[in-house]
């Protein structure tokens, strides 16, 4: 029962491998309509989840409404309204810029001669 010489292709193998494809190709198929027909009705079902994220949601805002809120400083305009100072206007409506007060003036101008007595020194005009 030895067979001897079989180069040549070897047909009732390939209508075995050729059956075998079908076969898993119509199973396939089936487990494809299965599989259809019960992702739509899953998709009809999941009411329940829905109302319970809500639920969630409710409570989450209840507890938002009772966290106290940081306070905010508010800048006094009472303080900085009465302190406001009318500035003088030129002939044509326009009013001039503020003048720094005498003090002020007189501590950067001593500053201004320490600076230029210290370039001096170092030789650099």
Do not use: W
């Not at 079902?45 to 209840?62: C, D, F, G, I, Y």
């Amino acid at each position: 029962n030895v067979k001897l010489g079989g180069l040549g292709p070897d047909y009732e193998a390939i209508k075995e491998k050729k059956q075998n494809l079908k076969l898993q190709k119509e199973y396939s198929r089936q487990i494809k309509e299965y599989n259809m027909k019960n992702i739509t009705l899953a998709q009809k079902l999941p009411t329940k989840p829905q109302v319970a994220s809500s639920v969630s949601r409710q409570k989450a805002l209840e507890y938002a409404k009772k966290i106290p809120r940081p306070k905010t400083f508010m800048t006094r305009p009472s303080d900085k309204e009465g302190k406001e100072e009318v500035l003088p206007q030129t002939a044509d409506g326009s009013s001039l810029p503020k003048i720094p007060s005498l003090e002020t003036l007189r501590c950067r101008h001593e500053k201004e001669k320490e600076v230029v007595a210290a370039f001096k020194a170092l030789h650099i005009f």
